[in-house]
């Protein structure tokens, strides 16, 4: 049976190099194109004169400053933390639902019910123009908004505050808007056939079954504005984020310590409240609920009762937060700050436009650009090595590469699982902007410590999230291969990485969008970019060099982000 | 032919979370034989493959798969054996977003070096091998493409290619027609039975229809509730047989009748 039958059709290979690794040398010049840029190719990247304070700074990490006194300063700056990322969270809600409910589809179509027919451009006009509108505060990091604030409030708490609320508001209306645009509106249009407002049947139809997708999505916010609200501490607003800058400035690394622990736990505890609460909402990871990432199946789920007290924790939390902060409330409509405000527009028009500056955005454009490129390249290589030894069914015992239930590869599994995870931890817990602070030590300022610091965040996050997608393959093809004599690393590359690495990269596309936004804070603690020059222009109440620079920022956030989702769409992942 | 059996199986207990599926097997398989296990759901037939490939361990008694004790093996020394043990399973339990020359040299692994293995997925090896084994099951035109994109019986072919490339000493098949349609599942039993004929196989298959535990292999072994009901030649099966093994025991039915129940 093994000799050729001479009238086979002739099967040709496909060719090696298709769509797939056309990305991946476009990838690879991208990378070399990147690294270029960052220097690395023309002369020492590494400042050995920084290597005794990052030493110092390495072995502070065994001994904190565990003083009563700082010990109670480090109580007050997280607790601090906390309610800066409560209070922002809950505005940031409130903003979500009225500018989600008003940039829905399905909102526009109970106002002017089509009939079948296609509507006027009057009638889908208002929702075109709100959604281009959202689009900006989005595109503009916490950070900018924050220094934004600082110059117009002083620095006051509510700075921390209205900075998480406003972009986060407007990245929480896109994300509820598609949330209700997904869920299935048959109650909805019963109610409406039977003469029900807009706002009752909205209220009645579609809230209840979006409710749990909203809960989950507002959780995970605030995990986001807990990181948000330490970082923005570093420009100035307070909390921990701020105790840290403070120690770091004097070299008291000791008590820097004492703070990043602080941190790392606060971080922690979120972390797995809201993983906890998702997994008994039975929904989906957080970031599946991104339009224009491919949807997961969603049970039909009810409120639990663990959501419910997790809700009536917020209703306590949310005032006890307002009242924390010793916010000065009354600033806020003081005549002072209008007319700081119109002083800003009014400084800030028209955009400056010289030859120099322009000259300088397009370099420093395109170092920001490469650093996002390097940042992501490190956390999705990164982030894939340590999500296997991270996700849990994997070098525990009984898991894929557990191997035989000998004690000895009980333990050794057990102790790489949680050494992955808390890596895995501290790295996003510590925000983008801290290990670029840290990675200054040893590098010259320039794009490598903000790529360093971006790519080291987002590693942390991505390998998390690449642990849970390893943790929801089938497992069966997995134990049908070694069940052959298939080799740990061959399970690996042959069942686990197939099935993975298109949800994966799609994942690191969706990074790669933030991490764009997010090099604007590496550039403010002084990495390179342009969000150091934009530090340097807010600092020196250069308004109009602001806005041009804002106007760079917006094109290059905007341009990656159709580059991210053309890639997803070309590669259908 | 060695003089050790295929499978040699002492007093196996096997317990999932203290409720036994297996209790007290013995069994001897010896090389070449074609052996259909049978009986209801959940009568452990499942569970036998699983201890017979190495895939479970039991909790009591002891298993020799091809003269070696699985549980007591070393990982590597156990792979080795385990690469002479094919199997085929109800849902093929192939890795999707390959191409089927991925998944059918999947049956090779065991033999693969790491650097081999991790070369092929970008530049296929072991093409001609692997026709060979896909004309073996009809569809060598399928060769590059996703799996995905196959229908079930298709699927199951690949599955049934691995297994023949991997070239074991003994196949395994776990309900491998369950999923099929009647006509593609007979076709797949005439296949799997040619094959193992062909090249002297060992072949132990779970399968429900008792029709073609009659017609495609020797000797059939009957199992319920954990324990072995019958074991002889196919053609000593009797209707009185199949009809014990099958039986349902209503409890409820007996109790029905008391007015207080």
């Known amino acids: 049976m093994s000799e050729q039958a001479p009238g086979r059709p002739a099967l040709r290979r496909p060719p090696w190099f298709n769509r797939r690794t056309a990305w991946l040398v476009i990838f690879v010049a991208g990378l070399v194109w990147s690294l270029d840029q960052a220097g690395v190719f023309d002369g020492p990247v590494l400042n050995r004169g920084g290597w005794t304070l990052a030493l110092q700074f390495v072995r502070a990490a065994l001994h904190p400053d565990l003083s009563g006194a700082l010990v109670r300063l480090a109580l007050d700056s997280t607790l601090t933390t906390l309610a800066f990322a409560v209070a922002g969270t809950a505005l940031c809600v409130a903003l979500g639902l009225v500018f989600g409910i008003l940039s829905s589809e399905v909102f526009w179509q109970l106002v002017f019910p089509d009939r079948g027919r296609r509507r006027p451009l009057r009638h889908r006009a208002p929702l075109v123009a709100l959604r281009a509108a959202l689009a900006v505060p989005r595109a503009i990091h916490e950070a900018i908004w924050g220094l934004f604030f600082i110059n117009i409030l002083g620095l006051d708490p509510l700075v921390a505050v209205l900075a998480i609320a406003i972009p986060f508001g407007a990245i929480t209306a896109r994300i509820f808007a598609a949330i209700l645009d997904e869920t299935p509106r048959e109650a909805l249009r019963a109610l409406e056939c039977s003469g029900v407002s807009p706002a009752r049947a909205l209220l009645y139809g579609l809230l209840p079954q979006a409710l749990p997708d909203l809960l989950s999505y507002t959780f995970y916010r605030l995990e986001c504005a807990i990181r948000a609200a330490a970082v923005l501490g570093l420009i100035g607003a307070g909390g921990l984020g701020y105790q840290i800058l403070l120690s770091l400035q004097s070299l008291r690394y000791d008590q820097v310590w004492t703070f990043l622990y602080a941190l790392i736990l606060l971080s922690a505890l979120t972390d797995g409240w809201s993983s906890f609460l998702r997994r008994r909402l039975h929904l989906a990871n957080r970031i599946d609920l991104q339009p224009g990432l491919p949807s997961r199946d969603r049970p039909s789920h009810r409120i639990e009762p663990v959501a419910k007290r997790s809700l009536q924790a917020m209703a306590v939390l949310i005032p006890l937060s307002f009242w924390y902060i010793h916010a000065d409330y009354a600033r806020l409509l003081a005549p002072r700050t209008l007319r700081l405000l119109a002083g800003v527009v009014h400084d800030a028009l028209p955009p400056r436009m010289d030859g120099g500056l322009l000259a300088s955005l397009v370099r420093l454009s395109m170092q920001t650009l490469s650093m996002s490129i390097l940042a992501i390249a490190l956390a999705a290589v990164g982030g894939l090595v340590l999500s296997v030894p991270a996700a849990s069914n994997f070098v525990l015992p009984g898991g894929i590469l557990g191997g035989g239930a000998s004690r000895a590869q009980a333990v050794q599994g057990a102790l790489w699982f949680a050494a992955s995870r808390g890596l895995l931890l501290v790295l996003r817990a510590l925000s983008e902007a801290i290990w670029a602070l840290v990675a200054l030590f040893f590098l010259f300022p320039g794009i490598l410590p903000g790529a360093l610091g971006l790519g080291l965040y987002n590693l942390g996050i991505l390998g998390r999230l690449m642990a849970e997608v390893t943790e929801n393959v089938d497992q069966r093809p997995l134990r049908a291969l070694q069940a052959q004599g298939a080799s740990a690393v061959q399970v690996l590359v042959y069942g686990v990485l197939p099935a993975t690495l298109p949800r994966c990269l799609a994942y690191v596309l969706y990074r790669w969008e933030v991490c764009i936004r997010a090099t604007v804070m590496v550039g403010f603690v002084g990495a390179g970019g342009i969000g150091r020059l934009l530090g340097e222009q807010m600092s020196s109440f250069d308004y109009r060099g602001v806005a041009t620079s804002l106007i760079a920022m917006l094109v290059l956030t905007f341009g990656v982000d159709s580059l991210s989702s053309w890639i997803r769409r070309a590669l259908r992942v | ?261």
Not at chain 2, 38 to 43: D, E, L, N, T, W
Not at chain 2, 129 to 154: C, M, N
Not at chain 2, 210 to 219: D, I, M, P
Not at chain 2, 228 to 236: K, L, Q
Request: proline residues 6%; hydrophobic residues 40%.
């Open chain 2, 1 to 261: 032919m060695p003089a050790e059996p295929a499978f040699l199986l002492r007093n196996v207990t096997k317990v999932f979370g203290g409720i036994p599926a297996l209790a007290d097997i013995d069994l001897r398989i010896e090389h070449g034989e074609h052996v259909a296990l049978v009986g209801p759901s959940g009568a452990g037939k499942t569970t036998l493959i699983g201890l017979l490939n190495g895939m479970l361990v039991p909790t009591r008694g002891e298993i020799q798969a091809l003269g070696h004790d699985l549980a007591r093996l070393s990982v590597p020394a156990r792979r080795k054996i385990q690469h002479q043990i094919g199997t085929i399973h109800q849902q093929y339990h192939l890795v999707n977003n390959l191409r089927v020359i991925h998944n059918v040299n999947a049956g090779r692994l065991g033999g693969w070096s790491l650097t081999r293995s991790l070369v092929s997925l970008f530049w296929p090896l072991e093409i001609e091998s692997a026709r060979r084994a896909l004309e073996q099951v009809g569809i060598p035109e399928k060769i590059y493409e996703v799996t995905a994109h196959l229908s079930g019986g298709q699927q199951q072919r690949v599955a049934l290619a691995r297994t023949m490339v991997q070239d074991p000493r003994v196949i395994l098949a776990d309900e491998p027609i369950a999923s099929l349609d009647p006509e593609r599942g007979r076709e797949l039993m005439d296949l799997l039975r040619q094959l193992s004929r062909a090249t002297g196989k060992t072949l132990v298959t779970s399968i429900h229809s008792v029709e073609f535990a009659r017609s495609h292999f020797q000797r059939v072994i009957g199992l319920r509730e954990g324990r072995i009901a019958f074991d002889c030649a196919a053609p000593d099966l009797t209707p009185a047989m199949i009809d014990a093994l099958y039986r349902i025991d209503r409890p409820d039915a007996a109790r029905g009748k008391r007015p207080d129940a």
